[in-house]
């Protein structure tokens, strides 16, 4: 029974705030792939990644964020991609996050990320740092200053566990800390190449224009013609199915 927030109303809001299902929040970029992939590729894997999430298991899915931490690594503003200071996205996550924790919502948050997905990359480290600081925040308002040192918490690391770990409130769903090396190894990952292009063909068919290849020698988008969507679909199903085991 799962819900997207912008259809949703207040009842069910209420429902899934009370039974502590997890809420998504695709993150991704408008960003130039070439001439054959859309610029919102990335926003759209992480959508139909969070979609897939809530086809399995109850959860919110909130309206993705479009705009992100693109950088200019693959090409020129020219080319059309609408890159957000990283600082400047920090403070907007800050604030939509903060106004989730101020509904009640401050317990499995997670951001579902199909940009830059090794570790460490811009957009994963703004989304984690505002996190960590709302958290940091919200400790101190409801558990006073020194709650860490309180007496009452010497058990602290031994009761962490789950969601209940202050750290696991807010999640990243991105890159190798989230799954194993070996399933990176069994599915690469790319750049509007035949990896990313099949993950997204699958998610939406037709998508890709593959026809528009010859239009470019962009070198990171020419093996996208070796595309397999089948074996896309089993790495969707298999992430969709490691990240719920993490929700779980």
């Not at 207040?10 to 070439?34: C, D, R, V």
């Not at 101020?102 to 997905?117: E, M, P, V, W």
């Not at 470019?216 to 996208?224: I, L, P, R």
Request: glycine fraction near 6%; proline fraction near 5%.
């Amino acid at each position: 029974m799962s819900i997207n927030m912008a259809f949703t109303y207040p009842k069910e809001l209420e429902k899934a705030k009370k039974e502590n299902w997890p809420f998504l929040i695709p993150i991704g970029t408008m960003e130039y792939h070439s001439a054959h992939c859309p610029f919102g590729c990335d926003s759209l894997v992480s959508i139909g990644i969070a979609d897939r999430i809530a086809e399995k298991i109850d959860a919110v899915v909130l309206p993705p964020v479009w705009y992100g931490v693109a950088s200019y690594a693959v090409a020129g503003p020219e080319k059309g991609s609408i890159h957000v200071d990283c600082d400047t996205f920090e403070a907007y996550i800050y604030c939509v996050l903060k106004s989730l924790f101020r509904a009640g919502i401050h317990k499995n948050i997670y951001f579902i990320i199909s940009h830059q997905t090794e570790d460490y990359n811009p957009m994963e480290l703004a989304c984690m740092k505002a996190a960590r600081k709302l958290i940091f925040e919200y400790l101190e308002e409801n558990d006073g200053y020194g709650w860490w040192g309180n007496n009452e918490n010497k058990d602290f690391y031994e009761n962490l566990k789950g969601i209940d770990n202050p750290w696991n409130w807010v999640r990243c769903l991105s890159g190798s800390k989230t799954v194993s090396p070996e399933f990176y190894k069994k599915y690469p990952g790319d750049h509007a190449g035949k990896y990313e292009c099949g993950s997204l063909e699958h998610l939406y068919p037709g998508t890709i224009k593959l026809e528009r290849l010859k239009e470019t020698d962009d070198w990171f988008a020419q093996n996208a013609i070796e595309m397999d969507v089948e074996k896309s679909k089993e790495k969707i199903e298999a992430l969709t199915d490691e990240f719920v085991k993490l929700m779980k």
